[in-house]
């Protein structure tokens, strides 16, 4: 397989937020921010073919789509996570033993897989990450497999489809994903109706 190096790009930010990180408000610095857009690693649409986005770059001869236990778009993302934790290690401003990774929603699934794959996050954050996220799956009430093959199926790898309606089946559970997040800490804030 090629690598294939981008360069990291700085984007401009709000003036107020970059001031803010300058401590140009007058508090000191003690943070710093990074955002990702998660639509140039993996487009995230109703219509992912899986040809755009970083899935061609690891396909093997004669592929064109992921086999059925590699990722889906939500494992492309926190590999993009992982991939910005590389860069922020290299620079001399940042603390790269305090970096925390943030997701809401979709990304807040993103941001639980990339902590329990990376253990050199020091902390996850998740806001509503429900389904597929924080909420366990074996419950059997709330959002379920079903309701997310259709319209985002392309977010799991193909084998997680299987289980709809057989979540009992699965030989994992979401509780299991928080684990290996531990002892590290995490939050997560649930809405009530991801139960």
């Keep these: 397989m090629q690598t294939r190096h981008h360069p990291a790009r700085h984007g401009r930010g709000s ?6 990180l300058a401590g140009g408000n007058g508090y000191r610095a003690t943070y710093a921010l990074a955002t990702v857009y998660h639509d140039q690693i993996d487009p995230d649409n109703y219509r992912n073919d899986f040809t755009d986005g970083v899935h061609p770059l690891f396909y093997g001869k004669g592929q064109s789509k992921p086999e059925p236990t590699e990722w889906g778009s939500i494992g492309t993302w ?3 996570l992982s991939r910005v934790l590389v860069y922020l290690e290299t620079d001399e401003q940042v603390d790269a033993s ?3 990774v943030i997701g809401h929603s979709r990304l807040g699934k ?9 253990t050199r996050f020091a902390m996850v954050i998740s806001n509503d990450s429900g389904c ?3 909420a366990l799956y074996r419950r059997c009430y709330g959002a379920r497999i079903h309701h997310t ?3 985002v199926g392309y977010r799991f790898c193909t084998n ?3 289980y709809q309606h ?7 559970d979401q509780h299991m994903l928080m684990a290996l997040v531990a002892p590290r800490p995490f939050y997560v804030a649930s809405a009530t109706n991801d139960r």
């Design 15 to 20: 003036r107020l937020v970059r001031r803010s």
């Design 149 to 151: 093959i259709k319209p």
């Design 160 to 162: 997680h489809q299987q």
């Design 78 to 80: 926190a590999w993009n």
């Design 132 to 134: 597929g996220g924080d």
């Design 98 to 100: 305090r970096i925390a």
């Design 110 to 118: 993103a941001a639980l897989w990339a902590s329990a794959q990376v």
């Design 166 to 172: 057989k979540e009992d089946a699965l030989p994992v």
